[in-house]
């Protein structure tokens, strides 16, 4: 049995209703799945899980969240190179550069991407959570 962590930061819940939608999905396929807000998560923890999904909604002029999240997520990225992956998070303004941004940052870290990253405009309806329960299902697997 594969052990997902899934690790996000949210402001208004939005990011946090789309991480605990792919921890559904990936117990759905099988797997175990931790919910972790990413002030709890380390890169000693890194190394408990087979795969690890990263959520994050859009801050400031379309970056990751700076107090909590980045400082994270900078701690990680050197062990990330070859580790399956996936990340998400919402948004409420401009066009979700952050999250390209953000792709392009876990591509050149050697991450593997097993899902298409998805940024969610706004609150995630039902079709948006379904998304996610497809990210924690890839995860599951992968």
């Not at 049995?1 to 792919?22: F, H, L, P, Q, R």
């Not at 969240?65 to 998070?89: D, Q, W, Y």
């Not at 390209?100 to 991450?111: K, Q, S, V």
Request: glycine letters at 10%; proline letters at 5%.
């Amino acid at each position: 049995m594969s052990k997902i962590a899934v690790v996000y930061w949210s402001g208004t819940g939005n990011t946090e209703a789309m991480a605990n939608a792919v921890a559904e999905g990936a117990q759905a396929a099988g797997a175990e799945a931790d919910v972790l807000p990413a002030a709890a998560f380390s890169e000693e923890l890194l190394e408990e899980y087979s795969a690890v999904g990263f959520g994050c909604p859009a801050m400031g002029s379309e970056e990751l969240e700076e107090t909590e999240f980045a400082p994270m997520f900078e701690a990680v990225s050197p062990k990330l190179s070859g580790r399956n992956i996936a990340i998400f998070g919402s948004y409420a303004w401009a066009d979700g550069e952050w999250m390209n941004t953000w792709e392009e940052n876990c591509r050149e870290l050697g991450a593997n991407l097993v899902a298409k990253p998805f940024p969610c405009y706004d609150a995630p309806d039902d079709g948006a959570l379904d998304t996610c329960r497809e990210i924690g299902k890839a995860l599951a697997s992968a």
